[in-house]
């Protein structure tokens, strides 16, 4: 196995290495990665945030490698943050913080307000269509953080289907959102 | 305009990257899929929009009575599936519709209200398989002498909590098995792998035994955790006393912030004092070990872990860990572990990690 010579693991050329190899992460990668994280947190600002931690946990690591390998480390990294920030946090969501939306700074007069309030309240109608295991699935996944594997248990059915319903959901929501629209352009 | 199909692209992928178990592949299909048309990277970030929104939802809790009599899997829109469910007046002709792919079922004369009733009596039959597939356990029957009440298997990476048919309560760890007997005189409990912790109803007439491995472990109205990997079990009291049973001695006595490790060999099981906070640290997320063998950390780890992890070389699971590990984070303590031992982490075509003896650099330059 290993002889009596110590092992030469960290060479001043490798950390300057790394560096470059991060930069070109950033580059490359990290519009992507705030994309990803979007779907995971709350707001822009926050998918920032998850990002940058993610970068310096990175940084951190002796680790070396190509970029394309290094690019899927980076984002399973990024969604384990996203994931301990929102434990840490709770399940609690404030509808109000929603409403105010910091990425479009533009977007925070009345106008705004309302407009987003008659949405949730159309949201929240047509959430009330959906077939009840969907609901609930839909309910558990986005309001409570629950992981697909642990609704499936939980309704004892089918990952697959959890997925489905999902899905589903999303695609109905925007489709009776789009008619409400259309319905409100033709009334004017 | 963005089509239909295109939507329900966008809104699978979502779901697709939300999921925990997402993998590094599922991350690159996507974004080949946002980059192959601008109209994708549209959609998705509709989808987005969409997603967040729904942040404020109000729930409206759902009652076990829809949850049962609920038949939708999916495979048709919801349009179709509430158009269906109408109460029809006149029977309709039969009708197909394709839409995407999707059909529904086509509709005969007969009479729709009857149809109703019919199934009302079925799903009223089947309301208590039902209720007990809803809940998390299955119910096998195994040969007689094996018969067991209760078996529950947990998912990697998620812990579970369960009520036993006594009232006592458990925390099952992930990639653990864990199954029940409940006879007169006795409530047996079986770890058959992974850990869990015990809170235990008092019975005096019924001790709680679980069994792990060659040992048991008796209590009669305690907390204590059991932890069984690779033949060791290591049982940690917090609460009460437990008495344990091995092949080498006869009644040891544990009592509260002690812990006993029982191994296969002949050896007298070694009790100490712990600290049981450090013990049940898993409950909340964080594994800890005192000069522990990697092979035994790895084990438990991989309950944790997003990806399976191995040891190259049978020898590098003699290196002894202290330490801690976070239940959602074990990839980045694997990947720092080259700081405390001589091994290499490698990742094995994006589905495992391998640890290896590490080859110096200049051992490996001397070899060319």
Not at chain 1, 109 to 126: K, M, S, T, Y
Not at chain 1, 129 to 156: N, V
Not at chain 2, 127 to 147: I, N
Request: proline share 4%.
């Amino acid at each position: 196995m290993t002889s009596s010579k110590s092992n030469i693991v960290d060479q001043p050329a490798a950390s300057q290495g790394r560096d470059e190899l991060m930069s070109r992460l950033y580059h490359e990668h990290n519009q992507s990665l705030i994309r990803f994280l979007m779907t995971r947190v709350d707001s822009e600002q926050e998918a920032r945030d998850v990002a940058q931690e993610a970068y310096v946990r990175m940084l951190q690591l002796h680790t070396h490698g190509a970029v394309s390998f290094l690019s899927g480390y980076l984002f399973k990294v990024a969604a384990n943050i996203a994931i301990d920030r929102i434990r840490h946090r709770g399940t609690q969501r404030r509808a109000s913080q929603l409403l105010i939306n910091p990425d479009q700074p533009e977007a925070t007069g009345p106008e705004f307000l309302v407009q987003a309030r008659e949405q949730l309240i159309l949201i929240d109608r047509f959430v009330q269509e959906l077939p009840p295991k969907c609901r609930q699935a839909f309910y558990l996944h986005r309001l409570h953080d629950m992981s697909p594997a642990d609704i499936a248990s939980r309704l004892g059915i089918a990952k697959r289907t959890v997925h489905q319903y999902i899905v589903v959901a999303l695609a109905h929501l925007r489709s009776r959102l789009e008619e409400a629209e259309a319905a409100k352009e033709d009334e004017r | 305009m963005i089509s239909n199909d295109r939507w329900m692209e966008a809104a699978d992928w979502i779901a697709r990257l939300r999921d925990p178990a997402a993998t590094q592949a599922d991350i690159a299909d996507w974004l080949r899929w946002c980059a192959s048309s601008p109209q994708n990277q549209d959609a998705f970030d509709q989808m987005q929009s969409l997603w967040r929104l729904t942040g404020g939802m109000q729930e409206k809790s759902v009652t076990l009575e829809e949850l049962l009599a609920d038949d939708y899997v999916g495979q048709v829109s919801v349009r179709e599936w509430t158009t269906s469910k109408q109460p029809m007046s006149q029977p309709k002709a039969a009708v197909e519709q394709d839409d995407g792919g999707k059909r529904i079922a086509a509709r005969t004369g007969s009479c729709p209200r009857t149809r109703r009733i019919v199934r009302r009596a079925a799903l009223a039959a089947s309301a208590a398989a039902a209720l007990v597939g809803t809940l998390w356990f299955a119910v096998k029957e195994y040969r007689e002498h094996e018969r067991r009440d209760l078996i529950v298997e947990t998912h990697v990476g998620t812990n579970r909590d369960l009520v036993l048919a006594d009232g006592s309560a458990v925390t099952l760890g992930a990639g653990s098995r864990l199954s029940t007997r409940f006879v007169t005189g006795e409530r047996n409990i079986y770890l058959e792998g992974g850990e869990a912790y015990f809170r235990v109803k008092r019975d005096p007439h019924r001790p709680f035994v679980v069994h792990a491995f060659d040992a048991t472990f008796t209590a009669v109205g305690t907390a204590f955790n059991v932890r069984a990997e690779q033949g060791i079990v290591r049982v940690t009291v917090t609460e009460g006393v437990v008495d344990a049973h091995t092949s080498t001695a006869d009644r040891i006595r544990l009592e509260a912030g002690h812990e006993v490790t029982v191994t296969r060999t002949k050896a007298e099981p070694r009790i100490v004092a712990v600290n049981t906070a450090q013990a049940t640290g898993w409950l909340n997320g964080t594994l800890r070990f005192v000069d522990e063998p990697l092979s035994s950390v790895i084990a438990t780890a991989n309950r944790y872990a997003r990806a399976p992890i191995t040891l190259s070389d049978e020898s590098l699971g003699e290196y002894h860990f202290t330490g801690t590990i976070s239940t959602s984070n074990v990839d980045e303590w694997l990947l720092a572990l080259p700081d405390v031992f001589p091994v290499s982490i490698d990742y094995e075509n994006g589905r495992s990690w391998l640890i290896q003896p590490r080859v110096s650099q200049a051992e490996s330059q001397s070899a060319r």
